[in-house]
């Protein structure tokens, strides 16, 4: 690739040589142009095609399943999240987060997440003993009664027909009902866009027949995904052999992120 | 961006035990604050005015005017704070043209406009309509043709549409004194119905709002006509006295509320029970114990209680008129300061506890900025800018007004 170093050495910026490039430029252009344009036909035929196999989102219903007992407190679910959807870096925006639960001898409970557990978790030095701990991902439940969409005053945060609560970003006005709404915690106000944020299960990812990018990376397959009612899917597989349970179940939102081996300290 | 996360870096430092991690910052601060303490002013407001033209309390008449005034200066700067703290203002428009009708909040412009336009604007546009006319025949200039104007070319004064304005204004009021109820209680809604928030999730919190709503807006009036009276040394004791009747009954019943609630939260002591007590007994102590119990609501009502003539036609105790009136003006001030914390401690304290209940955040009020200090010291003091200019196109005085007492004890 030194082809700047075989060229005959010339005065750079000299007249004769501007135009020789620019003669030599647009020479390439033209013969570039049919291949181009071919290229573009072809990508563009492609995303066609893609559109094509025609995604049905009220053939779908999206859920996440999350075994306790496989996470390991990584953090790559909360990183690749952030990475995938353009969080915002700062530790004070998550979409997925991952919380550590110590609980001590003398019955004490600590829950951390420093930094939504991307940079890992310090050791659990106890001076009173350490009964148990354990891992918990979290993330936006995708309710199926949520209230968030109920009071949004605008409609900007909406149910898709797959199951999955989206915030259209254009349409927001970044009143914040609706973080206040979610008993979760999921939601937060992007601070650059000004508007109501959380997880999409990766929308773009599923429409493209992808899972998300948190269950995509998790090392241990501690996430699983999938369809609530289909007849086979790795999550109705998952709630076959696990006993399930489900966030606040007594404030009637319906998640559709459904945990196996939950501590009841769990909130 | 970078001040924001740098902000909630020194916030995190604060935190103790455990915030989901969205949770540091807080969503809504004190702009949030004082977007209900408006509206509770222009809801009391209305209901003092109310009890003149409804109930026929003839020594609060004086305050008639000035309280639909007052109302409607402070309705005017209401949405602002809202306003101000969206993240698209330029967007809220879209409340209006695409509500959610499942929304609380998105029914806020209806009931806005409903009270704006049908209640207050039209109340004072046929109470003051034959004033008007009779101001723009007598006077010269500018003031001729504001006053003019605002007749909306409306100007038979013969005895026939003025019966009609009276019977208008009676007509308005009785639909009025529900819509002001409506206007705060709705307020108080968007908190109550929170099932998400152990603190506001409650079905007392809507009328608790109302009653605060009430007794503030009784308290400012009688900090005006008080404070105007004195200026133009022409205050009516009796008015005051009864006034601050009022306000006693009203303090009372406002205070049933809240202790009705707190025991209530107490002693069915839910899973919130905990982390609720650490929050008033740390973060809480001084804008709940101190400013909003003991100096708003318990030092105004053994004042009231002892001074006015709350329990007949005398005091328990005599003072002077001056001293009385002393009494009366710090007692409404600091149910003021009481409000005030009131909706500070809904609002604020709503958020200062993690919906883990694992813990509790700090709220670090900026001073400059759209959603700080200063921007709310200028949105409480605009009301009062507004109510003066008001004032000045629209005496509410006696002395003002054309209809002679023979004419009002006639329409009786």
């Known amino acids: 690739m030194n082809t700047e170093a075989n060229r005959p050495q010339e005065e750079p910026g000299s007249p004769e040589e501007v135009s020789r490039d620019r003669r030599e430029f647009l020479k390439q252009c033209a013969a570039a142009a049919p291949l181009l344009l071919a290229t573009v036909r072809v990508v563009e035929g492609a995303v066609a095609s893609a559109n094509d196999d025609s995604y049905k989102p009220e053939e779908h219903n999206y859920g996440m399943g999350i075994d306790v007992s496989k996470c390991i407190g990584c953090g790559r679910c909360a990183d690749a999240c952030k990475t995938e959807n353009n969080v915002p870096r700062e530790p004070f925006y998550f979409r997925t987060w991952v919380e550590r639960y110590v609980l001590t001898a003398d019955g004490e409970t600590v829950v951390t997440s420093p930094d939504g557990g991307i940079e890992g978790f310090p050791s659990t030095v106890s001076e009173k003993g350490v009964l148990r701990t354990f891992f918990v991902p979290k993330l936006c439940n995708q309710c199926a009664n949520p209230p968030c969409v109920q009071v949004c005053p605008v409609g900007a945060t909406f149910l898709t027909r797959d199951g999955v609560v989206l915030v259209d970003k254009d349409y927001c006005i970044g009143c914040r009902y609706c973080i206040q709404a979610c008993p979760y915690g999921a939601r937060f106000l992007n601070p650059i866009t000004h508007t109501a944020e959380k997880c999409t299960f990766c929308y773009h990812r599923l429409v493209q027949g992808k899972v998300p990018a948190c269950v995509e990376v ?50 | 961006m970078e001040d924001v996360a740098q902000q909630l870096t020194a916030v995190l430092q604060q935190v103790s035990g455990y915030m989901y991690p969205n949770e540091v910052g807080l969503q809504w601060g004190v702009l949030v604050v004082v977007y209900p303490y408006i509206t509770g002013l222009v ?100 003031r001729k043709w504001i006053h003019l104007i605002l007749t909306l070319g409306a100007t038979d004064i013969s005895e026939k549409p003025v019966m009609f304005d009276q019977k208008a204004v009676r007509f308005i009021t009785i639909i009025g004194i529900p819509s002001a109820f409506l206007l705060h209680g709705y307020v108080g809604f968007i908190f109550g119905s929170v099932k998400a928030n152990p603190w506001w999730s409650s079905v007392l919190i809507p009328v608790v709002f109302l009653f605060s709503a009430i007794v503030s807006g009784i308290a400012m009036v009688l900090i005006i006509y008080l404070l105007t009276g004195l200026v133009r040394r022409s205050l009516e004791m009796s008015c005051l006295d009864k006034l601050a009747s009022f306000l006693f009954y009203a303090l009372v019943m406002d205070f049933s509320l809240e202790i009705l609630d707190f025991i209530h939260r107490l002693y069915e002591a839910e899973e919130s029970i905990k982390i609720l007590g650490t929050l008033i007994s740390t973060r809480l102590f001084l804008s709940l114990v101190v400013l909003q119990a003991l100096a708003g609501t318990v030092l105004p009502l053994i004042c009231l209680a002892f001074f006015s003539p709350a329990f007949g036609s005398r005091a328990l105790v005599r003072f002077p008129e001056e001293l009385r009136r002393l009494l009366y003006l710090a007692s409404a001030v600091l149910i003021q300061i009481g409000i005030f914390s009131t909706r500070w401690n809904v609002v604020i304290g709503g958020q200062l506890f993690s919906k883990s209940l694992r813990g509790l955040t700090v709220y670090k009020m900026e001073l400059m900025g759209l959603e700080g200090f200063f921007v709310s010291l200028l949105l409480l003091v605009a009301p009062f800018v507004l109510l003066y200019i008001l004032v000045k196109v629209l005496p509410p005085w006696k002395e003002a007004s054309t209809t002679s007492v023979a004419e009002q004890a006639a329409g009786d």
């Open chain 2, 43 to 142: 809801a009391g407001a209305f209901i003092l005015a109310s009890l003149e033209r409804v109930f026929r309390v003839k020594e609060v008449e004086p305050t008639y005017r000035l309280a639909l005034l007052t109302a409607l200066a402070f309705l005017l700067i209401a949405p602002l704070p809202l306003l101000l703290h969206l993240g698209h203002p330029e967007r809220s428009f879209e409340i209006f043209f695409t509500p959610n009708v499942h929304s609380a909040m998105a029914m806020f412009g209806f009931i806005y406009a409903w009270y704006l336009t049908v209640v207050l604007l039209l109340e004072i546009w046929f109470d003051y309509r034959k004033d008007l006319v009779v101001w723009a025949r007598n006077e010269h200039g500018l």
């Open chain 1, 218 to 267: 998790c090392p241990t397959g501690a996430r699983i995904f999938g369809d609530v009612g289909a007849r086979s899917s790795p999550l109705v597989r998952f709630k076959h052999f696990n006993e399930i349970q489900v966030l606040k179940p007594q404030l009637n939102t319906e998640p559709k992120v459904y945990y196996a081996n939950l501590d009841g300290e769990v909130r």
